[in-house]
């Protein structure tokens, strides 16, 4: 089992900036990857960002590409995002998500159906 602890969310004006933290604890020498997915209140959960734990390759949703960047602390067992020009539409709950298995990542890990483990969110709020 791997347990995951988000911290970071809270209120932000538009074009400001916050970096959630997501700590790894449990079975953490398992885990192949860890990503950042969000909802936002009546639609679906999307994929926001993933990072392979070695070698480090990261992957991004075009909606947030250039605004924030997903990086690790492999002695931490820590995963972070930082938003940077944050919009109103980054408005959601903000979940962390680990996988353990390495098949078929690297063309899956935009799937929430890909991963193992997930935190129980941290909400993120921007005002226009």
């Known amino acids: 089992q791997v347990q995951l602890v988000e911290s970071g969310g809270g209120l932000v004006q538009a074009v400001g900036s916050l970096r959630l933290s997501c700590a790894a604890s449990?079975?953490?020498?398992?885990?192949?990857?860890m990503g950042w997915f969000r909802q936002a209140p009546g639609k679906e959960r999307e994929f926001v960002a993933a990072?392979?734990?070695?070698?480090?390759?990261?992957y991004y949703a075009d909606s947030v590409k250039g605004r924030f960047t997903i990086s690790r602390d492999s002695a931490r067992n820590t995963v972070y995002l930082q938003m940077s020009s944050l919009k109103p539409e980054d408005t959601a709950v903000y979940y962390c998500?680990?996988?353990?298995?390495?098949?078929?990542?690297?063309?899956?890990?935009?799937?929430?159906?890909?991963?193992?483990?997930w935190g129980q969110g941290t909400q993120v709020a921007v005002s226009s």
């Open positions: 998500t680990a996988e353990t298995s390495a098949h078929l990542y690297s063309v899956r890990y935009y799937l929430a159906e890909e991963y193992d483990y």
């Open positions: 990072i392979r734990w070695s070698p480090g390759m990261s």
């Open positions: 449990g079975r953490t020498f398992s885990t192949y990857a």
